[in-house]
């Protein structure tokens, strides 16, 4: 065996300038991979973590049917009692089965209103939120711009967003006055002072919503002790499966769902789906080209060694050894281009996980995601190994055709052949 | 010994350089196959980003956007019935008569609070003319139940399905819209539901009421006060000769094109351009590769022959050409091969493809269509072909000069 491997390796480098070109070929294709999909990788959890942190949260107990139809009337009853359990049943697991999830938990209603200050009427969204809990499951409460955040559970004050605060030309001290409808359908009036505006860099966000005390809210909307949402964030969104699973065990009421953030934000997980079927299309031509390239490259190798086989085989080495030897060459170069692919690869994203990437024109596309205007690349094994798997594998495939070539010679015409 | 002019040798070297080609037609053919299959990623794909950003922006344009707009100055930071403006001034209307405009309208938009018996939420109510908008505005092609506007008088209103759904109404109830006067004073009204529109876009369903451009001022008692006034070009990549002229009808209002109103839109269109160029080259270089192994080995296996020739007086500068016209042919054949795919593959799904076929979701979230048109635009196809050439040439220079560089004897004396 020793000798065969030996040979191969030698005739890999008979012709070290081919062999180099095509290596280099494996190696572009590689770190242009790996590059490529831990850029992506890293959008992805940018753009979830991102998303989810700024309002929606990884996991939300709601009432059967309000994901579809969110509705005033189907709430959680005795949310504020519910969230407080949930928190303590995270937090105390100290049975050996169960994973310790890092989890924080938020109880909230959501209603709408008409909102008018002084000069003007808006419709907006009102969210009723527990000022202790909101600021570890949302970001919102850390953009407060001017003034603060809602100081107690049961105070009367809101925080409003920064273009609404413009487009109502109110400002700090200022009284809003509410109206709306209550969960029984009845009139839903208040007058409250705004005590903070936040900035979110989302002109949505920072133009549609109100926060109130949940407690404040729930008096005004008639919500007796209920509210629409249970929010419940982990550190990651790689931990919304446990997560779910966790909560789907506490939770013994048939009327509530535990919904995780593929459901509550199905555009997202869409979103990325969509990306991720596009950008293979062009990571499939750079394989079928890399796979050319090689393809090429071996059958000359084998072609231009026609006689040198046909003596093996009048020598009475079988075809199917001689093949071995061949697929062995394309083993060799496989290999060495994928190491040094990996290698080059990860020291060039390295870089880029370093010092960000960016491009002209990203802010305003980013924004849009609200993402930041850099994105780090994630490498992890998956980035790293996926894009030089796939063309390891494609090359070992091409070089397939020209080893059986090997099976048709016929030793006495090869050794003929000039 | 006879001299022949320069015209003659290249003559012949073109000869002998299109045999050497098709010497060893298995290597050839596989060159031309990955030369062909990089032309067509780089002309295909294109064409299908290309589409991809045209449908969005023709779909974005017919979002209330339209190509130009015309408001108050305060309007776009404060959309609200206190920054609205006159109807178009004689100096306006005059220049909008100018041919390039195919149509205009003007629009009330003002924020809005839309209540059922159940539910209530917050909305953009649009007053329109209806027959102006037809080609300007999505609405007359989207309505799936009841009846379009009829004029600028029609006091019905237009809700999104997915409203309805969460208002629990639905077509021929009755809705109640409230809204600001120019005085703040709240005004409410009851509006019946005359028709209900279904888009791809959630966000546009639940977040626009249209009704009749008249219907909608007396509403608000504002008079023949607008809110903005909309222009569709016949060209939106040309609107900017528009928007100076209209700049100059109207120098106290805010005329904006689309790439302003929208600069995601707008981005995302020097993305795409940057995007080709980079594909391109990418494609190049991946190809790149291929081709100068090729060329190597074509000129490896021929040292013997170079060599004697060299020996017999040729030039070392013919040599180097006679590997760039193989070069070229085998560029240009693989060119051809490249375009003619391109060609066989965009003519199947040139009057649409649905890619949802194909399992690709979520596009609707990005302001995309299923329905993908691939855009193949001339510029594309020229350049790529170009890059290919140039380039092919460019790296083909490092084989030719290594066969000219052959010492005769060495050469000749080389197995």
């Known amino acids: 065996m020793g000798i065969n491997l030996t040979l191969a390796w030698r005739n890999l480098w008979r012709h070290p300038r081919r062999t180099g070109l095509t290596l280099a070929a494996i190696v572009f294709s590689d770190v242009l991979l790996v590059w490529m999909i831990a850029l992506q990788l890293g959008q992805y959890d940018m753009m979830i973590d991102n998303t989810l942190q700024s309002f929606t949260g990884h996991v939300q107990i709601q009432a059967h049917g309000y994901l579809d139809n969110p509705q005033m009337r189907r709430t959680v009853p005795d949310a504020i009692e519910l969230a407080a359990h949930i928190r303590q049943e995270l937090h105390n697991t100290n049975s050996h089965t169960e994973a310790k999830i890092n989890a924080h938990v938020s109880a909230r209603a959501m209603g709408f209103a008409l909102v008018s200050s002084e000069k003007r009427s808006y419709g907006a969204q009102i969210a009723g939120v527990q000022p202790q809990y909101e600021p570890q499951v949302s970001v919102i409460p850390g953009l407060i711009q001017q003034g603060r955040y809602l100081s107690g559970p049961d105070r009367e004050e809101a925080v409003i967003g920064s273009v609404m605060a413009r487009n109502l030309k109110a400002g700090i001290g200022d009284e809003l006055t509410l109206l709306g409808s209550g969960k029984d359908g009845s009139f839903a009036a208040a007058v409250v002072p705004i005590v903070g505006i936040y900035e979110s860099g989302n002109t949505e966000l920072d133009r549609q919503l109100v926060q109130l005390p949940l407690r404040y809210f729930q008096d005004v909307f008639s919500m007796r002790g209920s509210a629409h949402s249970i929010v419940v964030t982990a550190t990651s969104h790689e931990q919304t499966q446990n997560l779910t699973a966790r909560l789907r065990n506490l939770i013994h009421d048939d009327n509530l769902d535990v919904v995780n953030w593929e459901r509550l934000q199905p555009g997202l997980k869409q979103a990325i789906q969509a990306d991720f079927s596009t950008a293979w299309l062009m990571y499939g031509v750079l394989v079928a080209l890399v796979a050319f390239s090689v393809l090429n490259t071996f059958l000359m190798s084998v072609l231009e060694r026609t006689r040198e086989f046909g003596i093996m085989l009048a020598l009475g080495v079988t075809p199917g050894k001689v093949g071995r030897l061949v697929w062995t060459e394309s083993f060799f170069m496989a290999v060495t281009g994928m190491l040094f692919g990996i290698a080059a690869g990860a020291a060039f994203t390295t870089y880029f996980v370093i010092h960000g990437f960016s491009y002209p024109g990203m802010e305003e596309l980013a924004s849009k995601f609200n993402l930041p205007d850099r994105f780090y690349p994630a490498l992890n094994s998956v980035s790293l190994l996926l894009g030089p798997g796939v063309i390891f594998i494609a090359t070992l495939l091409a070089a397939l055709w020209p080893a059986t070539r090997i099976h048709l010679l016929k030793p006495v015409e090869a050794m003929q052949a000039v | ?415």
């Open chain 2, 1 to 415: 010994m006879t001299r022949y002019s320069f015209g003659t040798i290249t003559a012949m070297l073109t000869v002998i350089a299109w045999r050497n080609v098709w010497r060893n037609h298995r290597r050839t053919l596989i060159m031309l196959g990955a030369i062909a299959v990089g032309v067509w990623a780089m002309i295909w794909l294109t064409a299908i980003m290309r589409g991809m950003v045209d449908q969005m922006i023709t779909d974005s344009i017919k979002n209330l956007i339209a190509h130009v707009q015309i408001h108050a100055p305060a309007y776009r930071d404060d959309p609200s019935i206190a920054n609205s403006m006159p109807a178009p001034s004689d100096s306006l209307q005059q220049a909008l008569q100018d041919p390039a405009i195919q149509t205009w309208s003007t629009r009330v938009r003002v924020p809005a609070v839309i209540s059922s018996e159940r539910e209530s939420a917050g909305v953009t109510l649009v007053g329109i003319s209806p027959l102006r908008e037809r080609e300007m505005l999505f609405l007359a092609g989207a309505v799936t139940d009841g009846r379009y506007l009829q004029s600028p008088r029609d006091d019905g209103v237009i809700i999104g399905a997915k409203l309805a759904e969460r208002l629990e109404t639905r077509l021929g109830w009755r809705i109640v819209i409230m809204s600001q006067d120019p005085d703040n004073d709240i005004v409410d009204r009851g509006f019946r539901v005359v028709g209900i529109f279904d888009t791809e876009m959630e966000a546009t369903e639940t977040s626009y009421v249209f009704t009749g451009l008249q219907s909608a001022q007396e509403f608000l008692k504002m008079g023949s006060q607008v809110s903005e006034l909309a222009v569709l070009t016949n060209d939106y990549r040309h609107e900017q000769p528009i928007v100076d002229k209209l700049r100059d009808a109207a120098p106290d209002l805010e005329v904006l094109p689309w790439q302003e109103i929208d600069k995601y839109l707008a981005t995302m269109l020097n993305v795409v351009e940057g995007f080709v160029w980079v594909w391109f080259i990418v494609v190049f270089i991946a190809m790149s590769f291929g081709l100068v192994n090729t060329l190597l080995m074509a000129v490896f296996e021929r040292t013997r022959e170079i060599g004697l020739i060299q020996a017999l007086g040729m030039k070392p500068r013919l040599i180097l050409l006679q590997v760039l016209i193989e070069s070229f042919f085998l560029l240009s054949v693989g060119l051809v091969f490249g375009n003619l795919l391109s060609w066989l593959s965009i003519i199947p799904i040139q009057d649409g493809w649905d890619i949802s076929a194909l399992g690709v979701e979520g596009l609707e979230y990005a302001g995309m269509s299923t329905m993908l048109y691939p855009v193949v635009q001339a510029s594309d196809v020229i350049l790529s072909n170009v890059v290919v050439i140039v380039l092919g040439l460019i790296a083909s220079l490092y084989p030719a000069w290594r066969a000219a560089r052959h010492v005769p004897v060495e050469a000749i004396t080389r197995i």
